[in-house]
């Protein structure tokens, strides 16, 4: 078992910086590091081999020294497991989780890894690819980034005002699509030619029905703001537009819905050629 650094007090500067990442979604994009607290989310970025710094592990999870857990305790092996894997560890104390996390029931264990320098490289050209247009709700992103993932999409653009793509809650909903996805945002409409592939839209406005509609490979799907849709500036890029069959009488369906729909029928195309 590897050596593990002890914090004992809540006005540690690593614990005060855990507590701006769950005060504050975008806090990342300041402190240049993204916090994933829970064990899925850790298992899911070591499985895409990206490093991690550090792994924060409770005591009452932790087998080695500053630890109290039982050597028999099977969950607290995986645990200290799972956090060895990191390059650093730090032991804290589970009662002084509470101070700093995100989740009502605390996972006793957490990973810091650094934003991804890939990041910075922008929008890559010609990948099948997903643009938000001011998706708002956290538990949305997190779905469609998901069944991006899923479906075989390579890249999601945000464009200003979507979620953060990196806060707690979406890390969350994506159940580790981030780790499977090139993630670009706080993109403008004018940066979109970059894509370099056909951008794709729903709306309500056309007699062009998502079935028969002759989808292009790679494209880009535009999913829009819950209320709003997709902004008209926006919906002026798009090559193609679609409706989604709703037999049923519904006027609309949830983003997240209407992503996981327009991705699948893309993939079915893509994989009956």
Same mark, same amino acid.
């Given at each position: 078992?590897?050596?593990?650094?002890?914090?004992?007090? !809540?006005?540690?500067? %690593? =614990?005060? #910086?855990?507590?701006?990442?769950? /005060?504050?979604?975008? *806090?990342?994009?300041?402190?240049?590091?993204?916090?994933?607290?829970?064990?899925?989310?850790?298992?899911?970025?070591?499985?895409?081999?990206?490093?991690?710094?550090?792994?924060?592990?409770?005591?009452?999870?932790?087998?080695?020294?500053?630890?109290?857990?039982?050597?028999?305790?099977?969950?607290?092996?995986?645990?200290?497991?799972?956090?060895?894997?990191?390059?650093?560890?730090?032991?804290?104390?589970?009662?002084?989780?509470?101070?700093?996390?995100?989740?009502?029931?605390?996972? !006793?264990?957490?990973? %810091? =890894?650094? #934003?991804?320098?890939?990041?910075? /490289?922008?929008?890559? *050209?010609?990948?099948?690819?997903?643009?938000?247009?001011?998706?708002?709700?956290?538990?949305?992103?997190?779905?469609?980034?998901?069944?991006?993932?899923?479906?075989?999409?390579?890249?999601?653009?945000?464009?200003?005002?979507?979620?953060?793509?990196?806060?707690?809650?979406?890390?969350?909903?994506?159940?580790?699509?981030?780790?499977?996805?090139?993630?670009?945002?706080?993109?403008?409409?004018?940066?979109?030619?970059?894509?370099?592939?056909?951008?794709?839209?729903?709306?309500?406005?056309?007699?062009?029905? %998502?079935?028969?509609?002759?989808?292009?490979?790679?494209?880009?799907?535009?999913?829009?703001?819950?209320?709003?849709?997709?902004?008209?500036?926006?919906?002026?890029?798009?090559?193609?537009?679609?409706?989604?069959?709703?037999?049923?009488?519904?006027?609309?369906?949830?983003?997240?819905?209407?992503?996981?729909?327009?991705?699948?029928?893309?993939?079915?195309?893509?994989?009956?050629?």
């Amino acid at each position: 078992m590897m050596k593990a650094q002890l914090i004992t007090s !809540r006005e540690n500067p %690593l =614990l005060q #910086r855990l507590r701006k990442h769950t /005060q504050d979604p975008a *806090a990342y994009r300041k402190l240049g590091e993204v916090w994933l607290e829970g064990d899925h989310l850790g298992l899911a970025c070591l499985a895409r081999q990206v490093p991690v710094a550090l792994a924060l592990i409770a005591d009452t999870a932790w087998l080695g020294e500053h630890g109290v857990a039982a050597s028999d305790d099977a969950a607290a092996k995986q645990l200290s497991d799972l956090a060895c894997q990191a390059a650093k560890v730090v032991v804290v104390p589970e009662g002084l989780w509470k101070h700093f996390s995100g989740l009502e029931s605390h996972a !006793r264990i957490g990973f %810091l =890894l650094s #934003r991804s320098a890939d990041e910075a /490289q922008g929008i890559r *050209a010609g990948l099948r690819s997903v643009v938000l247009d001011r998706v708002q709700d956290a538990g949305n992103v997190g779905s469609i980034l998901r069944s991006a993932s899923a479906m075989g999409f390579e890249q999601v653009v945000a464009l200003k005002g979507t979620a953060a793509l990196w806060s707690g809650k979406v890390l969350r909903a994506g159940m580790g699509a981030h780790f499977a996805l090139h993630l670009v945002e706080q993109v403008s409409a004018e940066d979109l030619g970059e894509l370099a592939v056909p951008l794709v839209a729903t709306s309500s406005h056309t007699d062009q029905l %998502l079935p028969s509609a002759p989808l292009p490979e790679p494209c880009a799907w535009v999913m829009g703001h819950e209320g709003q849709g997709v902004a008209d500036a926006v919906m002026e890029l798009c090559q193609l537009k679609v409706a989604i069959p709703q037999p049923g009488g519904e006027e609309s369906l949830n983003v997240a819905a209407a992503a996981a729909v327009c991705l699948y029928e893309s993939m079915r195309r893509r994989l009956s050629v």
